[in-house]
Structures are given as structure tokens and as C-alpha cells.
Nanobody
């Protein structure tokens, strides 16, 4: 069973930076989009950033200009560079893959990595 393995979370001071990584544990075919979602304590999971196979990116308004998503199609890896972090960025960050309609499962989630922004 293919899994997504995230890394890079941790504790950082406000204004600091972190880089999250997500890679597949095995071969996965038919990837259409990669995404990073986040869930803060007591809140629903929300989109942070996505990137299509063609490289088109989309960001939540709250992270635009501070976060950058990138991917390496050959390595099945995606990154989320987070700069100018704020306490409100504190959340569990989840990696997500959406696949083409002929593949199953259509969607795969990582286990999450905790990002804490605090002084």
C-alpha cells in the first residue's frame, strides 16, 4: 500500500521558516495534484497550497506571499517552504495526493506533521 511520508515539522519562532517535505513510500502512478492541508486545534482541516502536475499553484489567502509549494515529478516529492511564520500557522500539516479518475484510491493522505509557531 502506497503511503505518503511527511517530514520537516517542528517548533519555530514567529518570523521564522520551515520546509516541509512529502514523499511516497512506494511507486504511485497517476498523480494529478499534490497538496498541503492543515488543521489547527479545534478547527476544520483547510487547504494551504496545491500544485498540479503541470506546475500550476494555488494558495490560501492566509499564506499567499509567505508559503511556496513545489514538486519533483520524477521523485514523487513535494515541498512546502514556509516563511514569515505566524502563531496562527500552528497546525498539523497533511500532505495529499489526488489521482487521475482511473486510479484507486483517488486520494491519499499522509499522517501529518506538527508545526508549532511560538516564542
Amino acid at each position: 500500500q502506497v503511503q505518503l511520508v511527511e517530514s520537516g515539522g517542528g517548533l519555530v519562532q514567529p518570523g521564522g521558516s520551515l520546509r516541509l517535505s512529502c514523499a511516497t513510500s512506494g511507486s504511485i502512478f497517476g498523480i494529478r495534484d499534490w497538496g498541503w492541508y492543515r488543521q489547527a486545534p479545534g478547527k476544520q482541516r483547510e487547504l494551504a497550497a496545491t500544485i498540479t502536475s503541470g506546475g500550476t499553484t494555488n494558495y490560501a489567502d492566509s499564506v499567499k506571499g509567505r508559503f511556496t509549494i513545489s514538486r519533483d515529478n520524477a521523485k514523487n516529492t513535494v515541498w512546502l517552504q514556509m516563511n514569515s511564520l505566524k502563531p496562527e500557522d500552528t497546525a498539523v500539516y497533511y500532505c495529499n495526493v489526488k489521482r487521475l479518475p482511473t486510479y484507486r484510491p483517488l486520494e491519499v493522505w499522509g499522517q501529518g506533521t506538527l508545526v508549532t509557531v511560538s516564542s
